[in-house]
């Protein structure tokens, strides 16, 4: 005969009860320890993405500083400044980024809107160019797409140049924090006046300039290398680089 309140196996029903309310306990505190896990471990992972973007984006700065001043085929001619602006978050310089360089292998009179060079062939349309011999320089852009042994100019260089003269592309490239409606900042780099974000999240950002004798300072003529600081996401580890122009 089964006593009341127990089943077939001998287990009350209230024990049952408990049992399934301690399991339910259990299996809470483990969705809940899961879940902070989880919380923890998309932290881990995004903070890990934000610190890589860093690294990436602080290189390519790096990089594309290193040629500021490059775009002066003759640097020794004193012909324009490799640094137009240098300010604590924002840096604009003059780099022949693709190191498109070719020599004049007629020579060039004033007036002449084309050069014969030695290879143009990789020149795209609209690029501004440096035009530097016999210690003179003069700038121009492509009316068109180079040539294999030409370049067409939208005006004219209003000098002669020998053969022998020295042609670059001249990019402006300038690095700035752009923020957002809610106030998030994001490093930007524009090249010919095409802007791409670099880093996301930024949380400071500092530029920091010095000359050739190692003092600080801020008149961009002046500049050879620069120091820059930048840190992401709750203004964790700040990462920091100097870098020095390659043409000074």
């Known amino acids: ?7 077939e196996r001998g287990l009350c029903l209230l ?7 301690a399991g339910a306990v259990v299996l809470s505190a483990t969705i809940q320890a899961l879940n902070h ?9 995004d903070t890990m993405a934000r610190h890589q973007d860093l690294r990436i984006g602080m290189r390519i700065m790096e990089e594309e500083l290193r040629l500021a001043g490059t775009s002066a085929a003759l640097p020794e001619a004193g012909f324009g400044a490799a640094v137009l602006n240098a300010g604590s978050q924002e840096i604009v310089f003059a780099a022949n980024l693709d190191g498109l360089t070719a020599t004049v292998t007629q020579p060039a009179v004033p007036g002449q809107q084309g050069l014969t060079v030695s290879d143009g062939s990789a020149w795209p ?5 440096v ?7 003069a700038e121009s852009r492509l009316a068109r797409d180079g040539r294999a042994k030409s370049l067409s100019l939208t005006g004219p260089l209003g000098y002669a140049f020998p053969i022998g003269s020295t042609v670059a592309v001249s990019n402006q490239v300038r690095y700035y924090l752009k923020q957002d ?7 930007m780099r524009q ?17 920091r300039y010095v000359d050739r004798e190692g003092m600080p300072t801020q008149e961009p003529a002046r500049v050879a290398r620069v120091r820059m600081e930048l840190a992401v996401g709750g203004g964790g580890r700040v990462f920091a680089s100097e870098v020095g122009f390659r043409a000074t």
């Open 1 to 7: 005969m089964q006593r009341p309140g127990w089943n």
């Open 15 to 21: 024990e049952t009860v408990i049992a399934l309310a």
């Open 37 to 45: 896990f989880e919380r923890r471990l998309w932290g881990q992972l």
């Open 125 to 129: 349309k609209g690029k501004q160019i």
């Open 131 to 137: 035009v530097c011999g016999g210690e003179r320089c």
């Open 181 to 187: 409606g809610r106030g998030r900042a994001t490093l």
């Open 191 to 207: 090249v010919d006046g095409g802007a791409n974000p670099l880093v996301g999240d930024v949380a400071s950002f500092r530029l």
